[in-house]
């Protein structure tokens, strides 16, 4: 099979992260799930600034590469723990962005207070820490994402996030969601006042809108 178009999917959507600021250097990796069963992901220890299209690695979902010059991402086991338990699930991003890691790292939940964090499932939960690049790490995610298959995102405790996604430009969506609502939440704390949470009767219309629009649309 040819996997030069969802090596160069990966890669672009690597590079947009980083544009806009949730990746750093090479904190952070991003995968899609290939129609063959197999996934591609970034490689380990490459540079984003210095990463071509062809360094993206083919692997199978228990980590094995198939394809590639490189390791897969040493978070390979994140993005195939989440694979296994989801099979809807075809793209994951992990980042390390800044104000996930913060929230995380004291333990505060993402409360409904923004569409943006409504769209990926708030509350957005924190996972139990465990030494990123383990097995422990992708077991913790694909028990959230099973037990809450609306949640789009996760906080990964003194970590990072996780996003996850039906196509690996929902997934950035829904990574860059995340991340926007996590900054929105932390301004609405510096006021010193408490962020009003959206109330059920509120959740109420703007489901009821964005159904109709989505039948819109699609009529």
Not at 77 to 93: C, F, P, T
Not at 128 to 155: M, Q
Request: charged share 25%.
């Amino acid at each position: 099979m040819d996997y030069s178009s969802y090596k160069k999917e990966v890669f672009d959507t690597t590079l947009k992260l980083v544009d806009i600021d949730l990746i750093r250097l090479s904190s952070g990796n991003v995968s899609v799930r290939i129609p063959d069963g197999n996934v591609a992901i970034t490689p380990s220890g490459v540079p984003y600034d210095l990463m071509k299209p062809e360094d993206i690695v083919i692997m199978d979902l228990d980590g094995n590469k198939i394809e590639g010059h490189y390791k897969p991402s040493s978070e390979k086991v994140l993005h195939n723990e989440i694979y296994k338990v989801r099979s809807d699930i075809q793209a994951v991003i992990h980042t390390h962005s800044i104000y996930s890691i913060a929230f995380s790292s004291v333990e505060m939940e993402l409360p409904i207070m923004c569409v943006e964090l409504l769209s990926v499932g708030a509350p957005i939960p924190v996972a139990d820490y465990h030494c990123p690049g383990t097995e422990e790490v992708g077991l913790v995610a694909a028990r959230y994402f099973t037990e809450n298959p609306r949640l789009k995102g996760l906080l990964l405790k003194n970590h990072g996030m996780v996003a996850n996604g039906n196509s690996l430009y929902d997934a950035y969506q829904n990574a860059y969601k995340l991340e926007t609502g996590a900054e929105i939440y932390h301004l609405a704390l510096q006021t010193g006042k408490k962020p009003v949470v959206l109330n059920e009767v509120q959740l109420a219309e703007i489901y009821s809108r964005y159904q109709k629009l989505k039948e819109k649309r699609n009529n």
